[in-house]
Nanobody
Framework: QVQLTESGGATVQPGGSLRLSCVASQSSTHNLVIAWFRQAPGKEREFVGTISRSGITDHAASVEGRFTISRDNAKNVVYLQMTNLNPEDTAVYSC????????????????????WGHGTQVTVSS
């Protein structure tokens, strides 16, 4: 069983930056495809970005150029670097994972993931 734990959420002003972390409980993070999703109050969960085992990334159009996913398998962690934040980015951010035998595959649907963290709150407000 894989456990994922997010951290790094905070309240920031518009235009600010944050880096979220997603740490896996097992040492085989390199076998996991990881994605970030977010859910704002009263809205459906939204795909933010994903990273394959080999490091291929895909980001939602709404965050392209502002958010960047990266991974450090040696530390069992995946990062979500967020810049130029705006109030519309306010949400609970959760990471999700699935084991994949294919290094270049990634997935953008929540239903494709088997393991989920509890989420971390990001609030963008002046």
């Amino acid at each position: 069983q894989v456990q994922l734990t997010e951290s790094g959420g905070a309240t920031v002003q518009p235009g600010g930056s944050l880096r979220l972390s997603c740490v896996a409980s097992q040492s085989s993070t390199h076998n996991l495809v990881i994605a970030w999703f977010r859910q704002a109050p009263g809205k459906e969960r939204e795909f933010v970005g994903t990273i394959s085992r080999s490091g291929i990334t895909d980001h939602a159009a709404s965050v392209e150029g502002r958010f960047t996913i990266s991974r450090d398998n040696a530390k069992n962690v995946v990062y979500l670097q967020m810049t130029n934040l705006n109030p519309e980015d306010t949400a609970v951010y959760s990471c999700a994972g699935r084991i994949s035998v294919l290094r270049d595959n990634y997935y953008v649907r929540a239903n494709d993931y088997d393991y989920w963290g509890h989420g971390t709150q990001v609030t963008v407000s002046s």
